[in-house]
């Protein structure tokens, strides 16, 4: 065997080591919080703006990846964190797991444009992907009628890790999706990285209108700084009362 090879496969030892540590993090949290056995799928939606280029570029989403993929280990069935990526559109990609974390990064940049910033994309695509597209109700002969998707029940809730560094061009769509999520166990932990004051993630965090709170924001200007302990508790103030609104609302089972 090489020694580039033995060197690598050490790597990813370490690396899958720290993954393991940070899950039984998530684990005992989980306990403390209320949320013992309690499943969910988990989501992350990662800005691909032009703004965020250097952050690819010098390993810092790669890192995000590797404190992200955790809470997946720790909620999800599946083991594995969705990964939705976003720009002015939105794209499901490749679901992030132990197996395809290394390639994540590589994949995203070559697969999308950089772009502007909008944030109700992302949004109404895990409406539709979670919950169903619209589909019209009523009228007659194709006249009239309304918009509405299904309302079934889920298994387990939605938990969306929402990471930007930029703000958005499209406020007044983003606070309609968020009040029309609302309606369905769909959590989004909102993430600004860097040093733009996110005001409107801010108003978002307490927008009004809603059927019930279902987002939270924190601006982490270093994710780097933060150790796990304090990443995670960040993450989850608000998700547990969340979960226990959806349970009486019965919106998961």
Known sequence: MSSNLIFCTKINLLKMNQLDLRKQVVLD????IGLD???????????????????????????????????GLGFDDDQSVDLIVFHH???????????????IVADVVKSYQWGATNYAPPINLLMDVVVGKQVKTGGVLGMGGTMKRPNTPQQNPVYVIYVTDGQNDDKSATEE??????????????VGIGNERFTFLQKLDDLPGRVRDNADFFQANDL????DDELYSRMMTEFPEFVRQCKTAGLIR
Do not use: W
């Open 29 to 32: 949290l989980k306990k403390t």
């Open 37 to 71: 056995g309690q499943k969910a799928t988990v989501v992350l939606v990662l800005d691909k703006s032009g703004s965020m280029q250097t952050r690819y570029q010098n390993g810092f989403v790669q890192r995000l990846l590797d404190r992200v993929l955790p809470i």
């Open 89 to 103: 559109e939105a794209f499901m990609h490749t679901p992030i797991t132990r197996a395809t974390i290394g390639n």
């Open 177 to 190: 999706s968020l009040r029309e999520c609302s309606q369905y166990p769909i959590f989004f932990q909102f």
């Open 224 to 227: 780097d700084s933060i150790s």
